[in-house]
């Protein structure tokens, strides 16, 4: 188990505020409850959904998007965002298969990551939030392995 106290006292700030878009319920409640121990989590299943809480918490810290959602191409809505210069959109992680097109959707500003690749959700996370608490990352990654078993 993680002991999180500790890390949240050490700072009188609130966790990072993840917004995480998937159309898939059985994918956002396992990256819900991965990540939640260390972020604040909101969830949305499609790019609608994800504008409305963009307009309720603007406060947002950073995007983990599925690019195949219902709506829209999760790419698409993170370049929208980010064309309106919405703070997030620098911190945004879309998850999408290898196409040809990869390398130049990753160099146009997101970071692609294969779903399922949930160490590196965590490392970019970490390079991002975590960088100072690297005990920390190692025992979110630990507890997701825990879940996935």
């Known amino acids: 188990m993680i002991n999180l ?5 050490a700072s ?4 990072p ?5 998937d159309s898939s319920l059985t994918s956002r409640h396992f990256m819900w409850r991965a990540l939640s121990r260390a972020f604040g989590v909101i969830e949305a299943g499609s790019a ?3 504008r409305h809480w963009i307009t309720l918490r603007p406060d947002v810290d950073a995007l983990i998007v599925q690019d195949e959602l219902p709506d829209e191409r999760g790419l698409e809505l993170v370049r929208e965002l980010a064309a309106a210069h919405y703070p997030a959109a620098a911190r945004s992680i879309v998850l999408a298969r ?5 390398m ?9 990551v294969e779903p ?7 490392a970019k996370l970490a390079s991002w939030f975590l960088a100072p608490d690297s005990t ?8 997701a392995e825990r879940l996935r078993a």
């Open 5 to 9: 106290d500790r890390a949240r006292n």
């Open 12 to 15: 009188s700030r609130p966790p």
């Open 17 to 21: 505020l993840l917004l995480l878009v």
């Open 48 to 50: 609608g959904a994800a």
């Open 98 to 102: 290898r196409s040809p097109d990869w």
């Open 104 to 112: 130049a959707a990753a160099q146009a500003g997101p970071t692609l």
């Open 116 to 122: 399922g690749d949930f160490r590196t959700v965590l």
């Open 136 to 143: 920390l990352a190692k025992s979110l990654l630990g507890e």
